[in-house]
Structures are given as C-alpha cells and as structure tokens.
C-alpha cells in the first residue's frame, strides 16, 4: 500500500519557520518528481514547490521563491519544505505528492500531474 505522511504543521508567528516532511512507504519514490501543493480554506489547491527524481532540479510558485527550500533524501524515502519568513498569507493546509513518470516542467505544477497524495498537514502563520 503506497503511502504519504506529512508531518511538521502547526502554528508560527509570521517571520518564522517550519519545516514539512512527507515519509513515503509502500515504493520507492526515488525515481519519481515529488511536490508540495497547499489549499487554503475555501480556494482551490495549488503548487507551491516541486522536484525531480535527481533531488536537484527544483521549481517553485512565486510566492514562495526565496523563502521555502524543498529538498529529498532518497535514501530516506522523504522529502522536506523548509519554510522561512512565513506569512499570514502562507496558513494553509499542506499537501505533499508523488507523480510516476517523467513530466516536463509546467506539468509539475499541476495538481492532475500526481498519482499519490499525502492527507495533509495544517499550517497556521498568525500576525
């Protein structure tokens, strides 16, 4: 049974920092891109960071760029959204997700692009 846990949420005043993990069990997910999508209350669910199976080709929203770092251990089948200097405007809940096979680079920011997705870890940046 394939599976993705998130874990790290929780509750930070802005300006500061959380780091996300997302364990993966059930297949090796060296090979495969891994991403991070985040869906606030009532909006739909959206990229926030993505990367490809060699753990250094990255890609990040606009929103995020400079300020989230996403990285993977393969070894460890897991990968990590170091989040810094958060904002209000960050509090969301947070997906991490696995897509098979090789996709270039627009598609893996899209939510229809992953097969796999974790349930979710909430984030709560305060003022």
């Known amino acids: 049974q394939v599976q993705l846990v998130e874990s790290g949420g929780g509750l930070v005043q802005a300006g500061g920092s959380l780091r996300l993990s997302c364990a993966a069990s059930g297949v090796t997910f060296s090979n495969y891109p891994m991403g991070w999508f985040r869906q606030a209350p009532g909006k739909e669910r959206v990229f926030v960071a993505s990367?490809?199976?060699?753990?250094?080709?990255?890609y990040y929203a606009d929103s995020v760029k400079g300020r989230f770092t996403i990285a993977r251990d393969k070894a460890e089948n897991t990968v990590y959204l170091q989040m810094n200097s958060l904002k209000p405007e960050d509090t969301a809940v947070y997906y991490c997700?696995?897509?098979?096979?090789?996709?270039?680079?627009?598609?893996?920011?899209?939510?229809?692009?992953?097969?796999?997705w974790g349930q979710g870890t909430q984030v709560t940046v305060s003022s």
């Open positions: 997700a696995a897509a098979r096979g090789y996709y270039p680079d627009y598609r893996l920011r899209e939510v229809g692009t992953y097969d796999y």
């Open positions: 990367i490809r199976w060699n753990a250094i080709t990255t």
